[in-house]
Structures are given as structure tokens and as C-alpha cells.
């Protein structure tokens, strides 16, 4: 960007380690300075051999649904290709371009990057008795299971990974907060954002105070101010490219 209004600004990136260097990456091209300190960690959820299973039924299901890249990969490992698959539903681009990698185009894809919207785009096409097979993660939100449902179909929901709070940065981003060293902190998950106010306790009010607070997009949104987080920016896209462009607005605007 040719005025690369994020340059030299430090930014938290609290992303799991295996996702946070991409972001890391596009900060670093629009001259942000991007700081690592993950605050969750994603693990599997399953047993590979229940999981090689269960790939190995796809073909009793009418629609495999993913909600995210992290879905994508603990599962499709386990899938044999090529072979013939359900029609396929994800809620994002992200996640569209992890199945890509396999060579398997997406069925269905929403404009707006939500379970609620994918909910509404699936539920008109599902007949009664269709089989859905819904690969999540642990804190997958209900709503487009329950959806479905209400649909006339069959949803069998299998948690193939899960995700824990990561605690061992807490002394190094206790030390960036108190001597003022970060102008922003981005949070990409709800998850994330429950980690940040568990290390930062009583004190979050305070070290937060002159940090601006991104959160990828609503629903992280609503958690931080839940947990008493003032959010400063949200993007209208809630992917990463989104997140930066909605901190270069921010940081454009006058006195910032």
C-alpha cells in the first residue's frame, strides 16, 4: 500500500503457531512489525484411526459441511482421493482454498463468512433424510447443525480437533503491555479472546488502555466486549486481508 500507514506499528498476532506466520507475513509486506504470542493452541480431537473411518463412510452422506481450515486439515488427510464425495459446504474462503489443496471444489460457499449464513444458504437445499456429516472443532457453534434439523436432515456431528488456551506467553506479553510496546493486539477467535482476558486477570483494563483491540469479526467481537474488551476495530471481511485493512483505516485517521 503506498502509504503504508502500519508502518512500524507492533502487532500482536495471537493466532495458534502453525497458522500465525502467513499473518505474520502480510503484516510484515504493509510494514507492520508483528510480534508471535499465541494464546490458543489447536490439537486433534480424535483417534486418526476413528477419524480413516469415517472418511472411509463419506459416501452415505448427501453433504460434508467444514466450517474451518483446521477441519480441513485434520480430516482430509485421512480421506483416500481421488474418490467420489459428498457435495461439499465450508463457510469461507480460507477454507475453500485448505480442500483446493486436495483438489475438491466446494458445493457451496457463502458471501458472508458465518455459520449462520451458511446455515440459511444450506437448509433450502437439503431434502428430508439427507445424511450431513458436520466436521468441526470443539467449540463449533450449534446453529448450523440446528438448522439443518429443523430442515428434515440427519446431521451427524464429529469434533475432529479442539482448541486450549496457551498460557506460556503470558510473561512476555504482560512485559510488551506494561512497558507500551504494542499498538495493536489481533484476536481471531472467540477463543482467543477468553485466553487474553485469562492472563491479563484485573489488570486487562489497564495494560489494554492505549492498544487497539482487532477482532476479526463479530462474534469475536461480541466476546471481548463480554469480557469487558473495548474492540476498536472490525472488519467488514472477516478474513486476515480484511483485519489489515481495517487497521489501516484506523491508524489513517488523524492523531493515531
Not at 30 to 58: F, S, T
Request: proline share 7%; glycine share 6%; with cysteine.
Amino acid at each position: 500500500m503506498a502509504n503504508r500507514v502500519l508502518a512500524g506499528k507492533t502487532v500482536l498476532v495471537t493466532r495458534d503457531k502453525r497458522q500465525a506466520a502467513s499473518f505474520s507475513a502480510k503484516l510484515r509486506a504493509v510494514g507492520a512489525v508483528p510480534i508471535e504470542i499465541p494464546l490458543i493452541a489447536i490439537r486433534p480431537a480424535a483417534a486418526p484411526e476413528a477419524i480413516a473411518a469415517l472418511a472411509g463412510r463419506l459416501g452415505e452422506y448427501r453433504w460434508l459441511v467444514l466450517t474451518s481450515v483446521n477441519a480441513v486439515r485434520f480430516f482430509f488427510p485421512h480421506v483416500s482421493l481421488p474418490r467420489p464425495l459428498p457435495n461439499v459446504a465450508v463457510v469461507g474462503r480460507k477454507t475453500a482454498a485448505a480442500l483446493v489443496e486436495y483438489g475438491v471444489s466446494p458445493a457451496l460457499v457463502p458471501d458472508d463468512f458465518t455459520a449462520e449464513r451458511l446455515a440459511a444458504m444450506l437448509a433450502p437445499r437439503v431434502k428430508q433424510g439427507d445424511r450431513v456429516l458436520f466436521v468441526k472443532g470443539d467449540l463449533a457453534s450449534p446453529t448450523l447443525p440446528e438448522a439443518l434439523r429443523k430442515a428434515g436432515a440427519a446431521v451427524d456431528e464429529f469434533t475432529v480437533y479442539q482448541t486450549v488456551p496457551d498460557l506460556s506467553g503470558r510473561e512476555p506479553l504482560l512485559a510488551l503491555l506494561r512497558e507500551r510496546k504494542l499498538d495493536a493486539i489481533t484476536l481471531m477467535s472467540p477463543s482467543a479472546v477468553h485466553s487474553l482476558a485469562r492472563l491479563l486477570g484485573e489488570e486487562a483494563s489497564a495494560l489494554l488502555s492505549g492498544v487497539a483491540v482487532a477482532c476479526i469479526g463479530p462474534v469475536t467481537k461480541k466476546a471481548a466486549e463480554r469480557e469487558g474488551i473495548t474492540v476498536h476495530i472490525c472488519p467488514a471481511d472477516y478474513t486476515t486481508d480484511g483485519i489489515i485493512k481495517a487497521m489501516e483505516q484506523y491508524f489513517s485517521m488523524e492523531g493515531r
